[in-house]
């Protein structure tokens, strides 16, 4: 057998990507120049890639009345049929461009390009082309309801997922005849950009569809913006709770899609292997930079070391690396201040008294990295079992019985999904009742269906996005 199983570089190329030295804010169907503007780089290795628009609350008043006007001139009363045919455009455009995007994606925020290439462009087509298909049927999915769109919807979205994240807030609000004004996260515009062009390829009429680059104070004035009716938001639960407060009493719709500190359930019967990939892809897809990643692990306490050693074992495979690289299973942190974060908690991790593990890896000089960690030792008071830290770490607990797993699953401020390991049904079925988790994943984490709701209790959120469910908030009842 050969001694060194090393990959050949396997880089994608980046020339099927055109960037432009400077973009605009995307108002109207037309690219206004912005007043303030800021750099955004690549952290793979903190190239500076394009100068973006700081928008401003007069730019984000624009945006606002731009939709507003778009919304009673003519997008609200399309027959649904008309609207699915520009969405259906959309999902096509984005299929046809899918390998520019997904270049993109992961340029801009360092996510492998397998993972941009298979799942979020391909999910990100599947949204449109699932929401096109509600368009016209709106009546038959809420019967005798008479749904009516909201109006101006106002989008905040993470860097996590860019792309993705804007197809979940894009495609429901235009399939219920809504207008929206959506900011980009600030250290990921670029996909949002990008998806300007494929807005006026598919002809949208201006003003349907508004893009505003910028920092937080940017999303703020969308929140504060009077003329706005609904505000949809994914990120932080610190950031959700200060929208809550400032929407109180204005009667604006709110969907809030927060943080998470999933509980990964593994019970002695199941299969152990697939288990072992399953809580890989749990904690380090996409560096764990994931709302509802796995980063609980329960095992049941009769299968902890062997499920320990295979799984350290497994991370020693693990390709930690450039995100353009074919190969690479695990790219560069998002962001400086991300990195920060995560070797916070990790230092906390280590002075609480945790076991720390990271197999081998060399990893790149220049950019934000980190290798994939497990902490084995940990109990359920430390932080790393308490906070959500956003990257790949994971912490390893234990339990003896059902009860005692569902009890110390539910043992968090957060309520976003959980998976469970186990070949019983029934055990399945008695787990997915007990555990407070808008999701519940059995022998599988991390899947996602356009049709399939998605959303959070407690500190996680509240509103459903994706299924029949994601329809409901972009809509008001005549009843
Ligand atoms: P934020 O919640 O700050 O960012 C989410 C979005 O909200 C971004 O577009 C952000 O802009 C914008 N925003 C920031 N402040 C305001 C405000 N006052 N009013 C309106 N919009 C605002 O998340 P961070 O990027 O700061 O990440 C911090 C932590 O949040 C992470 O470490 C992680 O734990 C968690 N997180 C959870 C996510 C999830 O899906 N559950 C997604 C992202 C982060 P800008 O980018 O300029 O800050």
Redesign the pocket.
């Given at each position: 057998m050969p001694a060194d199983w090393a990959y050949a570089p396997a880089p994608e190329s980046t020339d099927i990507v055109k960037l432009r030295e400077r973009y605009g804010l995307f108002i109207g169907g037309e690219w206004i120049e912005p007043t303030e503007t800021y750099e955004t780089i690549s952290p793979r290795d903190e190239e500076p890639l394009a100068v973006i628009g700081q928008a401003t609350e007069q730019d984000v008043d624009l945006a606002v009345e731009a939709a507003r006007g778009a919304f009673a001139n003519g997008w609200s009363e399309l027959p649904g049929s008309e609207r699915a045919k520009y969405l259906f455009r959309i999902a096509r455009i984005l299929q046809e461009r899918s390998r520019e995007f997904a270049v993109l994606e992961s340029l801009n925020g360092g996510k492998p390009i397998k993972e941009s290439r298979d799942v979020d462009l391909p999910l990100a087509a599947a949204h449109f082309f699932y929401y096109a298909g509600w368009a016209d049927k709106l009546e038959y999915a809420f019967p005798n309801r008479r749904p009516q769109p909201v109006g101006v919807a106002g989008q905040?979205?993470?860097?996590?997922f860019p792309l993705l994240m804007l197809a979940w807030k894009i495609a429901p609000a235009l399939a219920c005849g809504n207008t929206v004004v959506l900011?980009?996260?600030?250290?990921t515009p670029l996909t949002a950009l990008l998806f300007c062009d494929v807005v006026r390829q598919a002809e949208l009429p201006p003003g349907v569809v508004n893009i505003v680059t910028?920092?937080?104070r940017?999303?703020?004035a969308?929140?504060e913006h009077p003329d706005v009716d609904k505000i949809a938001?994914?990120?932080?639960t610190?950031?959700?709770k200060?929208?809550m407060r400032r929407l109180a009493g204005t009667g604006k719709k709110l969907t809030l899609?927060?943080?998470?500190k999933a509980a990964n359930i593994v019970f002695d019967d199941c299969a152990l292997d697939q288990a072992v990939e399953g809580i890989v892809n749990g904690i380090y897809f996409n560096q764990g930079h994931v709302?509802c990643a796995g980063s609980r692990l329960f095992a049941q306490e009769s299968i902890y070391e062997p499920l320990v050693e295979k799984l350290k074992r497994r991370l020693e495979t693990l390709r930690v690396g450039d995100p353009l690289d074919k190969n690479t299973d695990v790219g560069a942190i998002n962001s400086k201040?991300?990195l920060d974060?995560i070797v916070d908690l990790v230092e906390a991790g280590k002075a609480e008294g945790a076991d720390i593990y990271q197999p081998p890896c060399r990893l790149p000089e220049k950019g934000y990295w980190f290798a994939p960690t497990v902490f084995t030792n940990v109990a359920q008071s430390y932080r790393i079992a308490q906070e959500?830290?956003?990257g790949p770490v994971l912490s390893v607990l234990t339990f003896r019985t059902p009860d005692e797993a569902v009890e110390k699953a539910n043992n968090t401020p957060y309520g976003l999904s959980a998976g469970v390991w186990t070949e019983k049904g029934s055990r399945i079925l008695w787990m997915a009742n007990r555990l407070r988790a808008g999701v519940v994943w059995a022998n599988t984490f991390n899947r996602f269906d356009p049709t399939s709701p998605f959303g959070g209790y407690k500190e996680s959120g509240f509103g459903r996005e994706g299924g029949r469910h994601g329809l409901e908030p972009y809509l008001r009842f005549d009843e």
């Open positions: 905040i979205i993470p860097w996590n900011k980009p996260a600030e250290t910028g920092d937080g940017t999303g703020g969308l929140v938001f994914t990120g932080s610190e950031v959700g200060a929208i899609e927060l943080g998470g709302c201040m991300q974060k959500e830290i956003f």
